[in-house]
């Protein structure tokens, strides 16, 4: 009968115990590096909200509603005119429904 060594473990033995390490390394770091991704992504959207927030804080208040323009004097071209340009400020913001509602009648009436 051939003598079995005793103590250390014999070529596969060793290749084994080496696969088995570098897997273990390697799903251990393919973990830490989800976790710190995961943190990083967090930390820039924490960030993106922050820069949001203080660019709305400083962004100015809008301006005060231009006054009414005056009624045209005779030609409908220059009421069309008139009227397009306020329904274009009143869809920028610039003029509030009540604003456009109040400048529209006063070009009307």
Same mark, same amino acid.
Do not use: C, W
């Given at each position: %009968?051939? +003598?079995?060594?005793? +103590?250390?473990? *014999?070529?596969?033995?060793? %290749? ?6 570098? *897997?273990?390394?390697? /799903? ?8 710190? /991704? ?7 959207? /924490?960030?993106?909200?922050? @820069?949001?927030?203080?660019?709305? =804080?400083?962004? $100015?208040?809008? !301006?005060?509603? $231009?006054? =009414?323009? !005056?009624?045209?004097? !005779? +030609? *409908? ?9 306020? +329904?274009?400020?009143? @869809? ?10 109040? /400048?529209? @009648?006063?070009?009307? *009436?």
């Amino acid at each position: %009968m051939i +003598g079995r060594r005793v +103590g250390r473990p *014999g070529l596969v033995g060793t %290749m084994a115990r080496t696969a088995v390490i570098a *897997g273990t390394a390697t /799903a251990t770091s393919n973990a830490v590096n989800r976790r710190q /991704a995961a943190r990083a992504e967090q930390r820039a959207q /924490a960030e993106a909200y922050q @820069q949001e927030q203080a660019y709305a =804080a400083q962004a $100015p208040a809008p !301006a005060a509603a $231009p006054a =009414a323009p !005056a009624a045209p004097a !005779a +030609g *409908g071209d220059d009421l069309i005119a008139k009227l397009g340009e306020l +329904g274009q400020l009143h @869809q920028q913001g610039v003029l509030t429904d009540a604003e456009f509602a109040a /400048a529209k @009648q006063k070009l009307l *009436g």
